[in-house]
């Protein structure tokens, strides 16, 4: 992971390289259409998803191997993450956060294989999943509730002269939602990364390479539980605002 060079009697390495989208094949410009590796790991992602949740539960046995044991915790997991938050209501949207949480995971921890890419490292494909989540809640409530969804915004208990400063505060936090959804699985990832490349860079120098090593396998180490802390906090998050839409009065 460390692309460092000496320049000058310096120690020059770049952490943010690693987040450089390039073509799988030649060195052409990218259009929409391109396979970059995003789309590779992107793909691989889906590949190990459909591998563990569909291949590796086939059998259904009454005494599940590892693979469908890790399945049937995770499916479990997230069953009672939606059926706690947003009710009974929202398990008929089980399947759809689901998927979102397998995804990010998965695409959290490829990331961290040696050579590998991090597609949840970029804001355009975090953005994706947050304001997709977001424009799904919005149209939902609006569709159960009508304009009774607004009344997510006016806060009734509170006094009435504050009324109208709260609702423009509720609008503007509301609105604020995807943006944070989506910046905070992207920072925390990339930041993380980077962290590992720096690390990796000072490995090169003799006199702090033990010191630089024991940093990368401590900051790996954290990385693996950040992966999974960020797709969870993603998960919940989106059970929140899927409970808002079911039940914009409570």
Same mark, same amino acid.
């Given at each position: 992971?460390? *692309?460092?060079?000496?320049?000058?009697? !310096?120690? &020059?390495f770049?952490p943010? #390289?690693q987040?450089?989208?390039k073509?799988?094949?030649?060195?052409? $410009?990218?259009?929409? %259409?391109?396979?970059?590796?995003?789309?590779?790991?992107? !793909?691989?992602?889906v590949?190990?998803?459909?591998?563990l949740?569909?291949?590796?539960?086939?059998?259904?046995?009454?005494? $599940?191997?590892?693979?469908?044991?890790?399945?049937?915790? @995770?499916?479990?997991? &997230? %069953?009672?993450?939606?059926e706690?938050i947003?009710?009974?209501? *929202?398990?008929? %949207?089980?399947?759809?956060?689901?998927?979102?949480?397998?995804?990010?995971?998965?695409?959290?921890?490829?990331?961290?294989?040696?050579?590998?890419?991090?597609?949840?490292?970029?804001?355009?494909?975090?953005?994706?999943?947050?304001?997709?989540?977001?424009?799904?809640?919005?149209?939902l !409530?609006?569709i159960?509730?009508?304009?009774?969804?607004?009344?997510?915004?006016?806060?009734? #208990?509170?006094? +009435?002269?504050?009324?109208?400063?709260?609702?423009?505060?509720?609008?503007?936090?509301?609105?604020?939602?995807?943006?944070?959804?989506?910046?905070?699985?992207? *920072?925390?990832?990339?930041?993380?990364?980077?962290?590992?490349?720096?690390?990796a860079?000072? @490995?090169?120098?003799t006199?702090?390479?033990? +010191?630089?090593?024991?940093?990368?396998?401590?900051?790996?180490?954290?990385?693996?539980?950040?992966?999974?802390?960020?797709?969870?906090?993603?998960?919940?998050?989106?059970?929140? %605002?899927?409970? #808002?839409?079911?039940?914009?009065?409570?």
């Amino acid at each position: 992971m460390a *692309g460092e060079a000496h320049e000058e009697g !310096g120690l &020059v390495f770049h952490p943010l #390289d690693q987040f450089q989208i390039k073509p799988l094949f030649g060195d052409g $410009p990218i259009h929409w %259409y391109t396979p970059t590796n995003v789309t590779l790991w992107l !793909g691989l992602c889906v590949l190990v998803v459909v591998a563990l949740f569909v291949f590796g539960t086939r059998g259904r046995a009454v005494i $599940p191997g590892r693979i469908q044991s890790m399945a049937e915790m @995770a499916y479990g997991m &997230v %069953y009672k993450m939606v059926e706690e938050i947003a009710g009974h209501d *929202g398990v008929k %949207y089980f399947p759809m956060i689901m998927t979102l949480f397998v995804f990010i995971l998965f695409a959290n921890m490829l990331g961290l294989l040696p050579m590998s890419f991090t597609p949840t490292s970029h804001i355009a494909v975090t953005a994706v999943l947050g304001f997709g989540v977001f424009i799904f809640v919005t149209l939902l !409530g609006l569709i159960k509730h009508g304009t009774h969804f607004l009344g997510l915004f006016w806060m009734s #208990d509170a006094p +009435l002269i504050l009324r109208p400063i709260i609702a423009v505060i509720e609008v503007i936090s509301y609105f604020v939602r995807p943006v944070s959804h989506s910046i905070r699985l992207a *920072g925390n990832i990339m930041a993380g990364h980077a962290m590992i490349k720096v690390f990796a860079g000072f @490995a090169a120098v003799t006199l702090i390479s033990p +010191l630089a090593i024991f940093g990368i396998a401590a900051v790996y180490g954290l990385e693996v539980l950040v992966a999974f802390i960020q797709a969870y906090v993603f998960t919940i998050l989106t059970c929140v %605002y899927l409970k #808002d839409a079911l039940h914009p009065g409570h």
